[in-house]
C-alpha cells in the first residue's frame, strides 16, 4: 500500500510539472487505482466486513473518472485517483482486521458453546448416576419390605449336610434366639341365648328358674359325655323358656348355636436363630432344634449336621 501510495506521490508530482493537461487513456495512476478498488470488490471479506470502506473507495475513483471526462486538470484527477487507491487498501486492511476479530469471537463463542455443552453433558451423567442410585436404592426398599411381608416365621433352609471326607470344626455359639410362630386361632360353636328385640323386659328370675329345671332334666338322660351336653342343653332351652314368660310375641328370647374364636399363642418354637463365631468371624444359621453352646462347621465356616 505504501509502495503504491509512494508511486502515486511520484507521479502527480510529475505531472503537477508537466501543468494541467488532461489525463491520456492508460495513465498509470488511474490504472492503479482502478486494480486496487477492483481487487477490494472481488474480496468477499471486503463485501462483508469493510462495505463502508469499499463504497468510499468507488466513490473516489468515480470522482476521478467524472472530473477526468469533464476535463479536469490531470493534478486533481490523479488527486481523486491516488485517494481512491488508498481507500481500497484501507477497505482491504480493515476487512483482514474485522475477520479475524470475528474468527477470534466466533471461536470464543464455539468454546463457550463446548463449554456448556460438556456441562450439561456432565450434569446429565449426574443425574444418571443419581437416578441410578434412586432406583437400587427403591429396589432395596422393595426388597427390604417384600422380606418383612414374608413369613418372618418360616426358616431359610439350605443344606447343611456333611460332605464327604469334609473336615469339620467347633464354632463357639454366642446368641440364640427362638423363633415362635404366629398366634393360632382357635374357634368352637356353643348354644347361647339370643333376643331377637332387646334385653329390657327379660324374666331374669323366670330365666334362671327355667334353666336349673331345664339342667336337672337334661341330666337325666344319657351319661357321660352324652349326659353333659343334654344337662348344658336342658339348662339354655330351660332359660329361654323361663325367659320369656311373661313376654309378647315380639321379643321372645331362644337358643341358638354360636361360634367363639380366640386366639392361643404357639406353644413351641418353629426355628432357633443361632450366631456364632468362626476363625474371627460372626455367621448366623437358622436350625430346626435348640443348639448346644458350640455348632458344627467347615473350613468356610458353613455349618454342618
Same mark, same amino acid.
Given at each position: 500500500?505504501?509502495? #503504491?501510495?509512494?508511486?502515486?506521490?511520484?507521479?502527480?508530482?510529475?505531472?503537477?510539472?508537466?501543468?494541467?493537461?488532461?489525463?491520456?487513456?492508460?495513465?498509470?495512476?488511474?490504472?492503479?487505482? !482502478?486494480?486496487?478498488?477492483?481487487?477490494?470488490?472481488?474480496?468477499?471479506?471486503?463485501?462483508?466486513?469493510?462495505?463502508?470502506?469499499?463504497?468510499?473507495?468507488?466513490?473516489?475513483?468515480?470522482?476521478?473518472?467524472?472530473?477526468?471526462?469533464?476535463?479536469?486538470?490531470?493534478?486533481?484527477?490523479?488527486?481523486?485517483?491516488?485517494?481512491?487507491?488508498?481507500?481500497?487498501?484501507?477497505?482491504?486492511?480493515?476487512?483482514? #482486521?474485522?475477520?479475524?476479530?470475528?474468527?477470534?469471537?466466533?471461536?470464543?463463542?464455539?468454546?463457550?458453546? &463446548?463449554?456448556?455443552?460438556?456441562?450439561?453433558?456432565?450434569?446429565?451423567?449426574?443425574?444418571?448416576?443419581?437416578?441410578?442410585?434412586?432406583?437400587?436404592?427403591?429396589?432395596?426398599? &422393595?426388597?427390604?419390605?417384600?422380606?418383612?411381608?414374608?413369613?418372618?416365621?418360616?426358616?431359610?433352609?439350605?443344606?447343611?449336610?456333611?460332605?464327604?471326607?469334609? !473336615?469339620?470344626?467347633?464354632?463357639?455359639?454366642?446368641?440364640?434366639?427362638?423363633?415362635?410362630?404366629?398366634?393360632? &386361632?382357635?374357634?368352637?360353636?356353643?348354644?347361647?341365648?339370643?333376643?331377637?328385640?332387646?334385653?329390657?323386659?327379660?324374666?331374669?328370675?323366670?330365666?334362671?328358674?327355667?334353666?336349673?329345671?331345664?339342667?336337672?332334666?337334661?341330666?337325666?338322660?344319657?351319661?357321660?359325655?352324652?349326659?353333659?351336653?343334654?344337662?348344658?342343653?336342658?339348662?339354655?332351652?330351660?332359660?329361654?323358656?323361663?325367659?320369656?314368660?311373661? !313376654?309378647?310375641?315380639?321379643?321372645?328370647?331362644?337358643?341358638?348355636?354360636?361360634?367363639?374364636?380366640?386366639?392361643?399363642?404357639?406353644?413351641?418354637?418353629?426355628?432357633?436363630?443361632?450366631?456364632?463365631?468362626?476363625?474371627?468371624?460372626?455367621?448366623?444359621?437358622?436350625? #430346626?432344634?435348640?443348639?448346644?453352646? #458350640?455348632?458344627?462347621?467347615?473350613?468356610?465356616?458353613?455349618? !454342618?449336621?
Amino acid at each position: 500500500m505504501f509502495r #503504491t501510495s509512494a508511486r502515486s506521490g511520484v507521479m502527480l508530482v510529475a505531472l503537477a510539472v508537466a501543468g494541467c493537461a488532461s489525463v491520456p487513456p492508460g495513465d498509470p495512476v488511474m490504472e492503479d487505482a !482502478r486494480l486496487s478498488v477492483n481487487a477490494a470488490r472481488s474480496n468477499p471479506q471486503v463485501a462483508s466486513y469493510a462495505p463502508l470502506e469499499l463504497a468510499q473507495a468507488v466513490d473516489t475513483l468515480r470522482q476521478a473518472d467524472d472530473l477526468n471526462v469533464r476535463g479536469g486538470s490531470v493534478g486533481e484527477v490523479h488527486q481523486l485517483a491516488a485517494t481512491a487507491s488508498q481507500r481500497a487498501a484501507l477497505a482491504q486492511q480493515v476487512a483482514r #482486521t474485522r475477520a479475524d476479530e470475528a474468527a477470534i469471537i466466533a471461536q470464543r463463542k464455539a468454546a463457550e458453546a &463446548q463449554l456448556t455443552a460438556d456441562l450439561s453433558r456432565r450434569q446429565a451423567e449426574s443425574a444418571q448416576i443419581q437416578a441410578a442410585a434412586a432406583q437400587r436404592q427403591a429396589e432395596e426398599a &422393595q426388597r427390604v419390605a417384600a422380606s418383612m411381608r414374608a413369613d418372618a416365621y418360616a426358616p431359610t433352609t439350605y443344606d447343611y449336610r456333611r460332605r464327604a471326607d469334609e !473336615r469339620l470344626y467347633e464354632a463357639r455359639v454366642t446368641y440364640v434366639r427362638a423363633v415362635v410362630g404366629p398366634p393360632q &386361632q382357635r374357634c368352637w360353636v356353643e348354644p347361647a341365648l339370643i333376643d331377637n328385640k332387646t334385653a329390657a323386659g327379660v324374666n331374669i328370675p323366670g330365666a334362671i328358674i327355667g334353666g336349673a329345671i331345664g339342667g336337672i332334666i337334661g341330666h337325666q338322660i344319657g351319661g357321660g359325655r352324652g349326659q353333659d351336653i343334654a344337662t348344658g342343653i336342658g339348662v339354655l332351652g330351660g332359660a329361654a323358656v323361663g325367659a320369656n314368660v311373661g !313376654r309378647g310375641s315380639e321379643g321372645l328370647v331362644y337358643s341358638q348355636n354360636v361360634q367363639r374364636c380366640e386366639y392361643v399363642p404357639a406353644s413351641q418354637a418353629d426355628y432357633w436363630d443361632v450366631t456364632y463365631v468362626f476363625a474371627g468371624y460372626e455367621h448366623r444359621v437358622q436350625v #430346626t432344634a435348640p443348639p448346644g453352646p #458350640t455348632i458344627l462347621v467347615n473350613a468356610q465356616g458353613e455349618p !454342618r449336621v
